[in-house]
């Protein structure tokens, strides 16, 4: 069985930065797409950003465009989000996920291992 586990998460300041992080056991994700999506409280969860294999292609949620990036290293089986240039409606948890396809999708249902979640939060 797949396990994920994000960390990194917190307290940041407007304008801040964070890094989150996503490691991976049970299996090697090397061949899954893997993806970001966050909910925040009295929302649904939303898509964030995904990522192909090998990494050779990554999209974003427009909301994120810019100033989020994902990243991943399949030889520690771990994925990364960077976020740069947070606003305070950025707030959420924040969950990873990967799927047994290879091929990109944006919808969460479509995506069958999930983290637990990290907390991100962004005020002054």
């Known amino acids: 069985q797949v396990q994920l586990v994000e960390s990194g998460g917190g307290l940041v300041q407007p304008g801040g930065s964070l890094t989150l992080s996503c490691a991976a056991s049970?299996?090697?994700?090397?061949?899954?797409?893997m993806g970001w999506f966050r909910q925040a409280p009295g929302q649904e969860r939303e898509f964030v950003g995904v990522i192909s294999t090998l990494g050779v292609m990554a999209y974003y949620a427009d909301s994120v465009k810019g100033r989020y990036n994902i990243s991943r290293d399949d030889a520690n089986n771990t994925l990364y989000l960077r976020m740069n240039s947070l606003k305070p409606e950025d707030t959420a948890v924040y969950y990873c996920a990967a799927r047994v396809s290879a091929v990109v999708v944006v919808t969460p249902s479509m995506y069958e291992y999930w983290g637990q979640g990290t907390q991100v939060a962004v005020s002054s």
């Open positions: 049970g299996r090697t994700l090397s061949n899954s797409a």
